[in-house]
């Protein structure tokens, strides 16, 4: 015996369930289109910083090796040692900072794409939910009958955009 849940849903164009797939079995299939909503991400450059911090750093060590070599380092107080020492010791202590700096933007970054993560998984619950008829060439939802227009479609699959616009509407409405 069968149970209703290994059933198809009819097509709500033809009434026949012999053409019908989930989208994710269309998607696999090779239809682009119903490609599942992407998980929404931050993109975050930190090369300026970190090149910057390592170039910083080469620097400084390439100094405290000249001074540590050269022998006169200990054997006397120099005003030009304790400027280099002072200088190095600075430049590391700026590349910590700019470091830190940009993990402060990673982070900040992630706690941004997290807000859009409700709207994603219920993008993702919807796409989950919906069935492709290839013989009609429509796209429905079995609960409630429907149709989905291209629209609609393409609206879920960028949650992200939709959330954004949603509140930069609201947000110009107060």
Same mark, same amino acid.
């Not at 609609?152 to 616009?165: I, K, T």
């Given at each position: 015996?069968?149970?209703?849940? #290994?059933?198809? =849903? ?21 239809? #682009?289109?119903?490609? =599942? =909503?992407? $998980?929404? +991400? ?7 910083? $970190?090149?910057?911090?390592?170039? !910083? /750093?080469? !620097?400084?060590?390439?100094?405290? !090796? ?15 040692? %304790?400027? %280099?020492? #002072?200088?190095? &010791? ?7 900072? &700019?470091?830190? &700096?940009?993990? @402060?933007? /990673? ?15 219920? *993008? ?29 479609? +393409?609206?879920?699959?960028?949650? @992200?955009?939709?959330? *954004? ?10």
């Amino acid at each position: 015996m069968v149970s209703t849940e #290994a059933q198809k =849903p009819l097509c709500p164009v033809c009434h026949r369930e012999d053409q019908v797939k989930t989208l994710r079995t269309a998607y696999e299939s090779g239809i #682009a289109r119903f490609a =599942p =909503p992407s $998980m929404p +991400e931050k993109q975050v450059s930190m090369m300026r910083n $970190m090149s910057i911090g390592m170039a !910083i /750093v080469g !620097i400084s060590s390439f100094f405290i !090796i000249i001074l540590v070599g050269s022998g006169s380092f200990g054997q006397g107080f120099s005003w030009l040692e %304790l400027v %280099l020492v #002072a200088v190095i &010791l600075l430049a590391i202590i700026v590349a910590l900072v &700019l470091s830190f &700096l940009a993990f @402060q933007n /990673v982070v900040q970054n992630d706690l941004e794409a997290q807000k859009y993560y409700p709207a994603w998984d219920q *993008a993702m619950a919807t796409w989950g939910r919906l069935y492709y008829c290839s013989r009609d060439d429509v796209v429905f939802d079995p609960q409630t009958g429907k149709k989905v227009s291209q629209e609609e479609l +393409e609206s879920l699959m960028s949650p @992200q955009v939709q959330q *954004a616009q949603q509140q930069s509407a609201s947000l110009a409405h107060h």
